[in-house]
Nanobody, 122 residues
Framework: QVQLVESGGGLVQAGGSLRLSCAAS????????MGWFRQAPGKEREFVAA????????TYAESVKGRFAISRDNAKNTVYLQMNSLKPEDTAVYYC???????????????WGQGTQVTVSS
């Protein structure tokens, strides 16, 4: 059984930064791509960023490109999302997920964390 636990969310002013972490249980973490998604109230869950199993390739949503950076530490079974220049429209619950590839589609991911709230004030 795989468990994913996000942390690092909180309240930040526009223009600020946050770093989200996602700790994974199990010994197969390094075999899988990982992704971050987010869901704002009343909206569909949307893709944010993804990274291959090795960390050698990343993919970003256009809305966060140049502001967010995904990375991973396979020795610590952890994936990170560094969020800079935050905007009020980044406010959402952020989820990490394990995927078969660094895709942008929800059904490519099989295990999900419980989410961490990010609120950006204007």
């Amino acid at each position: 059984q795989v468990q994913l636990v996000e942390s690092g969310g909180g309240l930040v002013q526009a223009g600020g930064s946050l770093r989200l972490s996602c700790a994974a249980s199990g010994r197969t973490f390094s075999n899988y791509a990982m992704g971050w998604f987010r869901q704002a109230p009343g909206k569909e869950r949307e893709f944010v960023a993804a990274i291959t199993w090795s960390g050698g390739s990343t993919t970003y949503a256009e809305s966060v490109k140049g502001r967010f950076a995904i990375s991973r530490d396979n020795a610590k079974n952890t994936v990170y999302l560094q969020m800079n220049s935050l905007k009020p429209e980044d406010t959402a619950v952020y989820y990490c997920a394990r995927g078969r590839g660094p895709g942008t589609i929800r059904n490519e991911y099989d295990y999900w964390g419980q989410g961490t709230q990010v609120t950006v004030s204007s």
